[in-house]
Every structure is written in structure tokens, then in C-alpha cells.
């Protein structure tokens, strides 16, 4: 049976236009070609380093030149009914996110018209600097307004880029919460993983957590930036938080990854380690993708 995997983040449709590279085949981390070995269903999110770079403009070129890219090859879903047509016409799903609103100028009618016609499941409120929506603090009232909206149309807010004083108050607030590409603090202690009590609050909210790939958020320690450390980050957040409440989100093509991994080709490492790691097949085929898979298209 051909292996599965359900990935909550990556950053390839984004580099993908600013180097100029083919989705159909390239030295990314992640191409069709290579992820033809699988039934790889990822979120081609759309991200920018707002502190670098304008972003008038940025979110429609970025999507003329993913929709470019995917033409015939790739269908956006929001329905597991979709997702079986894609199938049956031989074309890959995918589903679509920004990672920060910075992406949509913060602004409602932007957030509206790409969840009604872009197919819009995922938002970020910010990526990593304070905007619009959100200061140190907390959330703005435009903020608020932004969750409420993501709220009226069942889109998920992401936290994965938050502080945690805004994070949350996002969890709080939100009806459908995920943290798209983090681990767990306790373990690697950065800002971009997510300490014990809002593991706890997103488990109890029923939401996901994206195990996350990129070497530095796995060990400040070189020697333990490995998938068998990344496996303890997922037993850590298991124990807190359900085995039900963990998926992938490996960020690729905006991580450095461990050592023993390419790309997207090299994604059965991780369910090793997992294994390794005393998950069950079953728990394993949830992680990597049935728990994402019940939890996005319905």
C-alpha cells in the first residue's frame, strides 16, 4: 500500500516564485516529481518576511505564479469530496494557508474574498512581528474581528508564529485552532515551539499541532537535531495533549533539515522514528496524516 502523509506546512509555493523554480521538478524540498513516491497531501502556504519586504502585491503574485505552476497538475480542496475528484482526474490535492495576515494587508475583505475564492482553511494572525492585529500585548480589536471572521467561515487560525501571550488569547477566541509547524518547548526552548499549558489548551480545544522538521526548533544540541528527537516532541505533546491532537507539519523549504533528509523523498525517516519511538502503525498512519485528513476535509 503507498505510504501517506498529510503536511500542515510548507513554504515551497513561496520559494518556489522567488527563485524562479518548477514545482513539476526541482532542487527544493519538494517537488511533484520526487512526491510521486507517496500520496502527499500538503498546504503550499504562502509566505513572507514582512520586516523585508512589501507586501502590496505580494499575495496575488504569489498565487498567479502557484496557480501557474499547478495547472494541470495540482487541485486546491476544502472537502473530502473534493479530494476524491481530484483523484479521480488525476491530480494532486493540496489546500491553501498564508502563514501570517500581513500576506492579506490585515484586512477582512481580503481574508473574506480568499476564503470565498481562493479556497482559504488555514490563517496565521502574524508572522513573527507585531501587525494590525496583534502587539505584545495582545490581540488588537481588529484582531478580534479577523478570529471572528476566520470563526463565521470555519477557517482555522494558526499559531505557530505567535507570541504566547497572543497565542492564547487566539486559542481562546478561536473555534478552530492549530499550530501548524511547532513542537514542544520543554524540549527545545525557543520562541517557535509552544510551551506545555498551550499544548494542553489546544488538545482541549480539539485542534493539531504540526510536528515540525527544521533542526533548530528539534535541539539547540547538533547531535539530537534528529527525526528520534523530533519522535520525543511528539510523545511529549501525546502525553499532553492526544495522540489525536498531533499531524505533520514539516516545513519544508523553509527549515534546515536533519542531516539524513533531502526532501520530501526522504519522508518515511520520520515514521521510523516514530515507530522507534513506541507509536503504534496506528498511531503512526494517524500522525502522519489521518488525524489532519479527518480534521481538514470533511
Not at 507509536?279 to 479527518?294: G, L, T
Request: with cysteine.
Amino acid at each position: 500500500m503507498q505510504k501517506r502523509y498529510f503536511d500542515l506546512h510548507t513554504d515551497t509555493a513561496s520559494v518556489m516564485f522567488d527563485q524562479g523554480k518548477s514545482l513539476a521538478e526541482n532542487d527544493l524540498h519538494v517537488d511533484l516529481k520526487r512526491a510521486e513516491k507517496f500520496e502527499y497531501v500538503p498546504f503550499m502556504t504562502l509566505f513572507s518576511d514582512c520586516s523585508r519586504m512589501d507586501m502590496t502585491g505580494r499575495y496575488e503574485a504569489l498565487m498567479e505564479n502557484r496557480a501557474k505552476e499547478t495547472a494541470g497538475r495540482v487541485a486546491f480542496v476544502v472537502t473530502r469530496k473534493e479530494y476524491e475528484e481530484a483523484k479521480i482526474a488525476g491530480l494532486r490535492p493540496a489546500l491553501h494557508a498564508v502563514e501570517g495576515a500581513e500576506m492579506l494587508l490585515c484586512s477582512l475583505e481580503k481574508l473574506e474574498k480568499a476564503i470565498l475564492e481562493d479556497k482559504l482553511v488555514m490563517s496565521g494572525i502574524s508572522w513573527n512581528n507585531p501587525n494590525a492585529l496583534y502587539t505584545a500585548s495582545g490581540l488588537t480589536d481588529l484582531g478580534r474581528d479577523y478570529v471572528g471572521m476566520l470563526n463565521k467561515y470555519h477557517v482555522a487560525a494558526d499559531v505557530s508564529h505567535l507570541n504566547d501571550a497572543c497565542a492564547r488569547e487566539v486559542i481562546e477566541l478561536a473555534d478552530r485552532v492549530v499550530a501548524s509547524h511547532s513542537n514542544a518547548r520543554a524540549l527545545c526552548d525557543v520562541r517557535r515551539d509552544l510551551p506545555d499549558d498551550l499544548i494542553r489548551m489546544i488538545g482541549e480545544k480539539k485542534g493539531l499541532i504540526g510536528l515540525n522538521f527544521y533542526t533548530e526548533f528539534i535541539s539547540p544540541e547538533k547531535d539530537k537535531q534528529t527525526f528520534d528527537f523530533l519522535a520525543r516532541h511528539a510523545t511529549r505533546i501525546a502525553e499532553l495533549a492526544g495522540v489525536e491532537t498531533l499531524a505533520i507539519g514539516s516545513d519544508l523549504d523553509g527549515c534546515i533539515l536533519p542531516a539524513d533528509m533531502k526532501g520530501v523523498e526522504d519522508m518515511p525517516l520520520f515514521d521510523a522514528a516514530l515507530e522507534r519511538a513506541g507509536f503504534s502503525e496506528k498511531e503512526v498512519d494517524d500522525i502522519c496524516v489521518e488525524n489532519a485528513f479527518a480534521y481538514f476535509l470533511k
